[in-house]
């Protein structure tokens, strides 16, 4: 039986060039992410079979904590399945690892790609992401406009310190002090968490970077009826969508940016962090 180096499982426009990427280097075979570009070196499958002796998964790895992350081509295709993939020796990369995943993949070495490194490059993409998503949707120009980030963390930070660059006003808020000092070394106005209900009122822009839901139907009434609420985490920072659109709120929740503007250099992040682990 033929040891293929690679198969790329799944996720979204990020991993068709990731995809090339590896291929560049090692035979790399790819099912479930759509169309490749033209002369690409890489296999697409349209079934599962043979073994892998590197299985990249998606970025998130599922939606539902059992079923593999098929953005593109939307299949239903358990996580439970890879094991019918690997070799004794094979290896699992994903950029969130699950219990599912290391229940099923128990003898196996699973590497989180989504490293330090990783996570810093990629935070450059969602910040240019969330960028054009203000341009498109907002009916103002930047310049002094008040912005409110939620979080601090890495994404938080590359955000902010976009924004500040086109000489909007950004306020940050966040729990930890230490995040919060880096938010004002850049040029932020920071506030602590517990703050939140008496600010909302003041700015055109809410930013959501935190993945939980801290605006509460009595948080929504505060804000402007003309307000953009740009949700970029993974659980939605709202309790209700619905009463929040009824409010006539411009509410979206964009995951996955790197995929939908930065395709490319995403998928080269993808495949560099990756390959360092080999």
């Known amino acids: 039986m033929k040891m293929n180096d690679f198969l790329v499982l799944g996720g979204d426009q990020r991993f068709i060039y990731a995809a090339e990427f590896i291929s560049e280097r090692y035979s790399c075979s790819t099912f479930?992410?759509?169309e490749l570009p033209y002369n690409s070196k890489t296999t697409t499958l349209t079934t599962l079979n043979g073994k892998y002796k590197n299985i990249v998964l998606p970025l998130p790895l599922s939606r539902d904590e059992i079923n593999i992350n098929f953005p593109i081509t939307n299949q239903t295709i358990p996580?439970?399945?890879?094991?019918?993939?690997l070799f004794?020796?094979?290896i699992i990369f994903t950029g969130n690892s699950n219990k599912e995943l290391e229940s099923v993949c128990v003898k196996h070495k699973i590497i989180d790609y989504y490293s330090e490194e990783f996570a810093i490059m990629n935070a450059i993409p969602t910040?240019?992401?969330v960028m054009r998503i203000i341009l498109k949707e907002s009916q103002s120009k930047l310049f002094g406009m008040n912005i409110l980030v939620l979080g601090a963390g890495r994404t938080a930070k590359a955000i902010t310190k976009l924004l500040i660059s086109f000489d909007a006003n950004v306020t940050g808020l966040a729990r930890s002090n230490d995040e919060l000092a880096f938010m004002k070394k850049i040029g932020a106005s920071i506030f602590n968490i517990s703050e939140l209900s008496t600010l909302l009122s003041e700015f055109n822009i809410i930013i959501n970077t935190i993945p939980f839901s801290i605006l509460t139907d009595e948080n929504i009434e505060l804000l402007k009826r003309d307000a953009l609420l740009i949700d970029i985490a993974s659980v939605s920072v709202v309790e209700s969508v619905h009463k929040i659109k009824k409010r006539g709120i411009k509410y979206i929740h964009a995951l996955g940016l790197p995929g939908k503007f930065s395709p490319v250099s995403s998928g080269k992040i993808i495949a560099d962090s990756i390959m360092s682990y080999l």
Do not use: F, R
């Open 127 to 129: 910040a240019e992401g």
């Open 32 to 34: 479930g992410i759509g």
């Open 79 to 85: 996580i439970k399945s890879i094991n019918e993939l």
């Open 88 to 90: 004794d020796d094979s």
